[in-house]
């Protein structure tokens, strides 16, 4: 396994990811501002996973030819007149 080059302080990014998760499975919490930094970091990471799986699922659908949900009109009731 490839390790991420260490910073001026000897720990590199994965080790502090390590780090974290151990702290999160344990319960033990050292909060500090790198684990703060950390949990941010996975947290955006999450939401921009979240955000470009659904514009590939979109951009798929309209490929195939499939109406979104969304864009379509509802039907109108019919008129007794």
Same mark, same amino acid.
């Given at each position: 396994?490839?390790? /991420?080059?260490?910073?001026?302080?000897?720990?590199?990014? *994965?080790?502090? *990811? @390590? &780090? *974290?998760?151990? @702290? $999160?499975?344990?319960?033990? $919490?050292?909060?500090?501002?790198?684990?703060?930094?950390? $949990?941010?970091?996975? /947290?955006?990471?999450? /939401?921009?996973?979240?955000?470009?799986?659904?514009?590939?699922?979109?951009? $798929?659908?309209?490929?195939?030819?499939? #109406?979104? @949900?969304?864009?379509?009109?509802?039907?109108? #009731? #019919? *008129? &007794?007149?």
């Amino acid at each position: 396994m490839r390790r /991420v080059a260490t910073s001026g302080r000897g720990r590199g990014l *994965l080790e502090r *990811l @390590e &780090d *974290l998760a151990s @702290e $999160r499975l344990t319960g033990q $919490r050292a909060e500090t501002a790198s684990s703060s930094f950390l $949990r941010g970091l996975a /947290v955006g990471a999450l /939401v921009g996973a979240a955000i470009a799986g659904s514009t590939i699922w979109e951009r $798929r659908r309209a490929s195939r030819g499939q #109406p979104d @949900e969304q864009s379509r009109e509802p039907e109108a #009731p #019919p *008129l &007794d007149a």
